[in-house]
C-alpha cells in the first residue's frame, strides 16, 4: 500500500500537485477480511480510530499542519460512503473528502440479491451457520480464526457477507460469526428486522445526507467514477451525487475517461490534485 501511495504520489507531482503526506491505513483484519470503517461492537471502532487515533499519531510524529483545513480523506468502493459520513461527523478533522464509485444501495438495488446474499453466498453462510450453531453462545473469536487460519482463502461472497454481516449487523452476544445474518435457512424467508439492518448499512442514504446536511455543505466534495466499467458501474455514484444537489450541498462529479479504470491512476492524476487545490499548504 505504502507503494501504491508513492506511485500516486509521483504521479500527482509530474502534474504540479502541492506536496503533501499521505497516509493509507490497512482496511484488512486478522480473518484477512475488509472493514467499512464504521464502529461496531465486534469488530472495533474503525471510524473513532480513522479520525482520532490515527490523526493524532500522525501529527505527532510527522510535519504536517494540524487543521481540518489541511486534511481530506479519501474512501474507495466499500469505504467510500463511510468516508463521506465520517468527513461530515468530524468537521473539526476533515475540510475536503473525494470518493470514488462508493457502494451504495439506491432503489431498486436488491440487497437480498447482492453478492453478500447471492446463492452461492447464502449456501457459503448456511455451511458456516451449520457449524456455529454446534457451538456453545461462550465460544469466542477464536473459533473464525482456526477456522480460516492465515492465508486461508476465503470465497469473496462468504468474506463479502463476513465483512459486511460484522459492520452492520454485529451481535457481539451472539456467539460465531458475531453478527446477525437474514436467512437462516438456505431456501427460506429472510428475517425482516435483520434484513432491515443489512439495507440500512449501505443504504438510507438520503436520511444519512440529511441528518448531516449542515457538516456536509462546510465540505469540498468530490466524486468520482468509471462511466462504463468497474464494480458496479456508476449508479451509486450518480445517486449520491443527484441526493447531494437535491439537498443543496454542493459537490462535484466526474467520470473517469480512463479506457482501463485504475483506481491507482485515479488517485495519482485527478483526486490528489484536487486535494491540492483545496487544501491549505504552507
Do not use: C
Not at 51 to 76: C, H, K, M, Q
Not at 199 to 210: I, W, Y
Request: overall charge negative; aromatic content about 10%.
Amino acid at each position: 500500500m505504502g507503494e501504491l501511495a508513492e506511485t500516486a504520489m509521483k504521479l500527482a507531482l509530474n502534474d504540479g500537485t502541492q506536496e503533501m503526506i499521505v497516509v493509507m491505513p490497512d482496511p484488512v483484519n486478522s480473518l484477512g477480511l475488509q472493514n467499512y470503517y464504521v464502529n461496531s461492537l465486534v469488530t472495533g471502532n474503525w471510524e473513532t480510530f480513522v479520525a482520532r487515533d490515527l490523526v493524532d499519531y500522525i501529527d505527532r510524529n510527522y510535519r504536517t499542519l494540524p487543521s481540518a483545513e489541511s486534511r481530506g480523506i479519501f474512501g474507495e468502493y466499500r469505504h467510500g460512503l463511510s468516508a463521506l459520513l465520517l468527513a461530515a461527523r468530524y468537521p473539526d478533522v476533515f475540510s475536503a473528502v473525494s470518493v470514488l464509485q462508493p457502494k451504495i444501495f439506491y432503489p431498486g438495488y436488491s440487497v437480498s440479491e447482492a453478492f453478500f446474499q447471492s446463492r452461492v453466498g447464502r449456501s457459503l453462510m448456511d455451511d458456516l451457520l451449520v457449524d456455529a450453531r454446534q457451538l456453545p453462545v461462550t465460544a469466542d473469536a477464536t473459533w473464525l480464526t482456526n477456522r480460516f487460519p492465515e492465508d486461508t482463502f476465503i470465497p469473496n461472497a462468504l468474506g463479502d457477507a463476513l465483512a459486511y454481516g460484522m459492520a452492520f449487523a454485529p451481535n457481539a452476544e451472539a456467539g460465531p460469526p458475531f453478527f446477525d445474518y437474514p436467512f437462516q435457512e438456505l431456501d427460506g424467508a429472510p428475517d425482516p428486522a435483520v434484513l432491515r439492518r443489512w439495507e440500512d448499512g449501505l443504504g438510507n442514504v438520503n436520511e444519512k445526507l440529511t441528518m448531516l446536511k449542515d457538516a456536509l455543505a462546510r465540505l469540498d466534495i468530490q466524486i468520482d467514477y468509471y462511466e462504463n466499467i468497474s464494480m458496479d458501474g456508476p449508479a451509486g455514484s450518480v445517486y449520491l451525487s443527484n441526493q447531494l444537489t437535491d439537498l443543496g450541498i454542493a459537490h462535484t462529479a466526474r467520470s473517469s475517461s480512463l479506457f482501463q479504470p485504475s483506481s491507482l491512476a485515479v488517485l495519482g492524476k485527478e483526486i490528489l490534485l484536487t486535494f491540492s487545490r483545496v487544501l491549505t499548504f504552507e
